[in-house]
């Protein structure tokens, strides 16, 4: 899959009138996990709706749903499930907690360069890498070299999400290097022949993907469709769209129905995230 380097700018939702035709534009921001699949449902939902305008941009689950409490957004995309204290802020900023929508499955993929010989690691292992205890890949039965750690920015659902499921909430270690989004972590990995990295598994192209095990006994699992919908992949998640509940009702509305609907299921399938299984987009 090929990450699309297309942002565009935030606006805030509003409706016009031109002659004949009455058009709507939806600010989406948040998650850089889930650019790639929000510019490419914005792309196909436009190409049948020329009468809704889109507008995607990244920065961060974190900075997502700061957009949300601030009402500088109408939609937030977010890589980890909101906050209490979050939800919080936007009851005291909308009067109402938002609507959360899952709108797609991710395998939280472990990406290492093309040539490293390792293929799997455990739960256990990488919480060692990633807060420094394990330092060199001869440790874990690889060649005598440091790990070179690559991780995301604090302001990230997938960082948040990786620290609290893999870390156990610990830090991640000093030197590790912070990257932009995914998509440079994916980028820095597949050049530095001992790196490591973490992201969404449909920025995979160009590193190899690890298996996992939950623990040292349990199976090494690959992080596929049918490992993640089955909940065998140990660090499988939803992925989210937040709403302010007042905005959540006509070309809003119509776009979340729309991307849980099997055409915007099989969007995310194309870009390389899971769609939700059908029980679950009613829902």
Not at 210 to 225: F, G, S, V, Y
Not at 231 to 242: A, F, K, N, T, W
Request: aromatic share 8%; charged share 20%; proline share 6%.
């Amino acid at each position: 899959m090929k990450a699309c380097s297309l942002l565009f700018p935030l606006l805030l939702f509003t409706a016009v009138t031109t002659p004949g035709l009455r058009a709507a534009t939806i600010t989406v921001k948040g998650s850089d996990t889930m650019v790639i699949l929000a510019q490419k449902w914005a792309e196909v939902y436009m190409s049948t709706h020329p009468d809704v305008k889109i507008q995607v941009t990244g920065g961060g689950t974190g900075t997502g749903l700061a957009a949300l409490q601030n009402q500088q957004t109408d939609l937030c995309n977010a890589s980890r499930k909101i906050r209490p204290r979050e939800v919080e802020t936007c009851i005291k900023a909308f009067g109402r907690r938002p609507t959360e929508y899952r709108v797609a499955l991710d395998g939280l993929s472990v990406y290492v360069h093309a040539d490293n010989p390792i293929e799997e690691l455990s739960i256990e292992q990488l919480e060692a890498i990633f807060t420094g205890k394990i330092r060199n890949w001869k440790e874990l039965g690889g060649p005598d070299a440091e790990i070179i750690l690559y991780s995301r920015e604090n302001n990230s659902g997938t960082y948040e999400f990786f620290k609290e499921h893999v870390l156990q909430g610990k830090d991640f270690a000093a030197h590790a290097q912070t990257m932009p989004g995914t998509a440079a972590v994916l980028q820095a990995v597949s050049r530095a022949r001992h790196g490591i990295g973490y992201g969404g598994a449909a920025y995979g192209v160009g590193a190899k993907h690890l298996r996992i095990r939950k623990t040292a006994n349990d199976p090494a699992i690959e992080p596929t469709e049918e490992n993640v919908v089955n909940g065998s992949y140990p660090i499988s998640r939803y992925l989210y769209i937040y709403v302010n509940p007042a905005l959540d009702k006509g070309p809003v509305a119509d776009y979340l129905k729309w991307i849980r609907s099997d055409a915007g299921q099989a969007v995310v399938k194309e870009v390389g995230y899971y769609p939700l299984p059908p029980e679950l987009r009613s829902r």
